[in-house]
């Protein structure tokens, strides 16, 4: 028996709700009137702008101001936004990306105020946040520049470095004059000169980093490699009758320089992509708070400037700024992304409330006694991150076979060097570079990454966002999955199970007068009952007589449900009340769903049970899956009844109720003792040590940012089907990474010892590495081809049963 | 051939001067949001 507070609870259900509509749920059932945010007002201080700001160098009095939006989906949103912007006098200039919801926005102090812009925006129906990490950001997209500028300065001298060296591949000796070969080698050795002292500066640094700290990367031969064979070619150029020949490899030199710059500049565009998500989760907390003045006022404040012990003014539908006691009111609190409690939990004079969760229904004076790091929320914070550290990285496994190899490699490029020596100087230094340049472990660098890359391509393109590209080498050998319940197999959404009413009370009656009501709001509540209300008046064709039934006078009772009057001509008026039981006098129905009441003045008319509506694909996915071979689990925090429902609609036997994130954490680990790999799938913050835990870690699209930033994948769509097409692309990745890996052995093998013996002339170990380089690559790309798995088509036959 | 002598440098300064294309390019971020331009112009005003 379930005794139900309707309001608040659903929030609390559906921790995904983080979209611009939560604080509007949160605030209630009504819908008009969202008052402007007075702590817009605190932006306005010049104090802050430094805190999203810069000012901007040749235009006095103007600021350059980073800004977070939530709610925006696609281009189209940042082309509305934009435009929204530019209409506000004052703003010089805007941009908008639509891929990581972030704005740069131009404002001149003269003419407008931070909260002028951002009430724009708000108007558009979004929410602008400032981006107070917008120093490190810029910085991130200086580095981006100057990476895409280093490729760029590669790939056009490599390309004309080549038209160079063509003469000297198809001609036979004597056919050009030896004026004009050696103005073709100046001209290679003019543009291979940026190449080395700018396209290759990343190495050299790298490389002699790891010489002081005496340790060895891949950077270390190549950067010798490059060095060397810039070198010899140099001299090939300008003193042909010296020790090194006349021959040179500027076309070798560019052409690996090239490819390992794409290879590192692919890399770090997904990294930046990626990001994004990890710095949303800033603006967790709120920015502002309302501390108590000694004479009783409330002086709006920004939250960097709270301290502790001061009595701050928390309303309903904002968040907390720190750890506290609560002075004086009473409410109902949303703590469901840190503790994993999925109903609200009452609050009142003396009890405590943490950092990071919502006031629901009252207004609550609250006392602080921990700020920042000592809270709660940034204690999570800390744990997932720490679960993430140890995790077992592929990249130390390759670096443990690197090092003994790159070791070998130099060693016997000095030994064959040192061996041909005496004879032919000339011919042991080209034996070296042969060695250096064919060993270049280019085509094992590429062999992992540009296969990962080409996966994480096409599961972006098929809404999957790669967080963690080592993660893709452990999806392949995952043969446990765990699912969260809520958000995971369920939807955001409620659906309407059962109606029961009062005797004289059809249920389409009761769902017309309900839904007159419920229109009004954004509560999910309210939007189930009025999406059930439209279904039913749809299929019986009457519509138009739905759409005229709405409540006047609507008024809010905090926790308890909304009251209204329903006016209609010819009938009597009638009061309505829609929310929890003692709200409405209503019997309370055994069973553990749900419960929402509706009343008119003289009692109660009818009560809606409402469940938490399964994904209608869940069912299919998990037949899949288990098809798969891998064995599914179900893992929530939510009370066992419910979390057991909702496994047998789906499918599953193995499901677990009740789990604190710690349990969770447990449970997981007790499987990866047994030898288990698991991938964990789910959302909200509780769940994050959980995700950092596994093996790989799924969430879903609407997931809060924090749990995104720590899964491996992130389901854009918010569908679950993407999970099967993304683990049988994980397992077709490892099968071209272990072809690519296999490939480039057998291609060291071959050729090291063919250059050590000096068969292999320097060009032909460049040639043999670009192209060992380019098969990588290009088999790589055949995972970059659109992802069989889940079609349309099947996803319709899916939702069909 | 003589004219090699004057095309071969030519063609080092045509590479130096399109790099300096491609730096005026990035540097004013031409490349970073590559959809939204082409976006753009789908917009109806």
């Given at each position: 028996m379930t005794q139900v507070n309707v309001l608040p609870e659903i929030v609390l259900a559906n921790p995904n709700m983080q979209g611009p509509s939560v604080p509007m749920a949160m605030r209630g059932l009504l819908l008009e009137a969202t008052p402007p945010e007075p702590g817009l007002a605190l932006l306005d201080e010049p104090q802050e702008w430094s805190s999203f700001s810069l000012p901007e160098k040749n235009n006095v009095g103007c600021w350059r101001s980073s800004v977070v939006f939530e709610g925006m989906h696609c281009a189209a949103c940042a082309i509305t936004l934009e435009d929204a912007l530019r209409a506000v006098p004052g703003v010089k200039s805007v941009q908008i990306s639509g891929a990581s919801h972030r704005g740069q926005i131009v404002w001149s102090s003269d003419l407008t105020r931070p909260s002028q812009w951002m009430q724009a925006v708000e108007r558009q129906g979004y929410k602008a946040l400032p981006a107070n990490d917008a120093h490190t950001h810029a910085r991130r997209r200086a580095q981006a520049r100057r990476m895409v500028w280093r490729w760029s300065v590669a790939a056009m001298c490599m390309m004309q470095v080549m038209m160079y060296a063509t003469p000297a591949y198809l001609t036979q000796p004597g056919d050009i004059s030896q004026e004009a070969m050696h103005l073709l080698r100046w001209a290679s050795w003019v543009l291979s000169l940026p190449v080395l002292f700018f396209s290759c500066a990343p190495f050299f640094s790298q490389a002699w980093r790891d010489v002081r700290e005496r340790r060895i990367s891949m950077d270390l031969p190549v950067a010798l490699g490059m060095v060397v064979t810039f070198v010899v070619s140099t001299l090939g150029t300008f003193e042909p009758e010296g020790p090194f020949g006349a021959e040179v490899f500027f076309d070798s030199f560019t052409m690996f320089v090239f490819f390992l710059l794409t290879g590192r500049w692919l890399e770090l565009r997904m990294r930046d992509r990626t990001a994004g998500a990890l710095e949303a989760v800033l603006n967790r907390l709120p920015d502002h708070v309302r501390k108590r003045q000694p004479d009783g006022s409330w002086l709006p404040l920004s939250i960097r400037r709270l301290q502790m012990g001061d009595v701050i003014k928390v309303l309903p539908g904002e968040a907390f700024a720190g750890d506290g006691l609560v002075l004086s009111g009473q409410s109902q609190v949303d703590e469901a992304l840190l503790t994993g409690e999925s109903r609200p939990l009452a609050r009142e004079v003396g009890d405590r409330v943490i950092a990071g969760s919502h006031n629901l229904s009252g207004t609550l004076h609250v006392k602080i006694e921990q700020m920042g790091a000592a809270t709660r929320y940034a204690q999570i914070v800390a744990l997932?991150?720490?679960?993430?550290?140890?995790?077992?990285?592929?990249?130390?496994?390759?670096?443990?076979?690197?090092?003994?190899?790159?070791?070998?490699?130099?060693?016997?490029?000095?030994?064959s060097a040192i061996y041909a020596w005496p004879t032919d100087p000339a011919h042991a230094v080209m034996v070296a570079v042969a060695v250096l340049i064919v060993t270049c472990p280019c085509a094992l660098s590429l062999a992992t990454p540009a296969a990962m890359l080409a996966t994480a391509g096409a599961l972006a393109r098929s809404g999957v966002l790669v967080r963690r590209l080592n993660a893709l080498q452990n999806l392949a050998h995952i043969d446990t999955v765990i699912f969260d319940k809520t958000g995971t197999l369920t939807c955001d959404a409620l659906a309407v199970a059962h109606i029961h009413t009062r005797e004289d009370v059809s249920a389409a009656q009761a769902l017309d007068w309900a839904g007159s009501l419920a229109r009004h709001s954004l509560h999910p509540v309210s939007r189930a009952l009025w999406v059930e209300a439209r279904?039913?008046?749809?299929?019986?064709?009457?519509?138009?007589?739905?759409?005229?039934?709405?409540?006047?006078?609507?008024s809010e009772q905090a926790g308890q449900g909304v009251q209204g009057l329903l006016v209609r001509p010819g009938h009597v008026h009638r009061t309505l009340r829609l929310g929890s039981a003692a709200f409405c006098e209503a019997p309370v129905h055994a069973g553990d769903l749900l419960q929402v009441n509706l009343a008119d003045e003289f009692g109660w008319l009818a009560s809606f049970e409402l469940v938490e509506a399964v994904r209608p694909e869940a069912a299919a996915v998990m037949r899949a899956l288990s098809e798969m071979g891998l064995s599914?689990?179900?893992?929530?925090?939510?009370?066992?009844?419910?979390v057991a429902k909702v496994a047998r609609t789906v499918g599953l036997v193995d499901a677990q109720g009740g789990c604190s994130p710690r349990q969770k954490l447990q449970a997981l680990q007790a499987l990866q003792a047994q030898g288990h790999q698991v991938a964990m799938v789910g959302d909200g913050l509780n769940d994050g040590p959980v995700l950092a835990g596994a093996d790989v870690s799924f969430a879903l699209g609407q997931a809060?940012?924090?749990?995104?930033?720590?899964?491996?994948f992130v389901l854009m769509g918010g569908r679950l089907d993407a999970l099967v097409s993304t683990l049988q692309q994980g397992r077709r990745t490892m099968r071209i990474v272990k072809q690519n890996l296999v490939w480039s052995a057998v291609y060291n093998a071959a050729c090291i010892p063919l250059a050590l013996l000096g068969y292999l002339p320097a060009w032909a170990a460049g040639l043999g590495m670009a192209l060992s380089s380019l098969l990588v690559v290009l088999n790589a790309l055949r995972l970059s081809q659109a992802i069989p798995g889940v079609q349309p088509a099947q996803v319709a036959q899916l939702n069909g049963d | 051939m003589d004219i090699l002598y004057l095309l071969i440098p030519l063609s080092v300064a045509l590479v130096f001067f399109v790099l300096a294309g491609l730096w005026w390019a990035i540097d004013r971020g031409q490349f970073e949001d590559i959809e939204a331009e082409g976006e753009r112009i789908l917009r109806e005003d």
């Open positions: 997932m991150e720490s679960a993430s550290i140890s995790k077992p990285a592929m990249a130390q496994l390759v670096d443990r076979w690197a090092k003994p190899f790159l070791v070998a490699v130099m060693l016997a490029a000095l030994a279904r039913r008046a749809e299929a019986a064709g009457r519509l138009e007589a739905l759409e005229a039934l709405d409540a006047q006078a609507l599914l689990k179900v893992l929530s925090g939510d009370s066992p009844s419910a809060v940012p924090l749990a995104q930033a720590k899964s491996d | -």
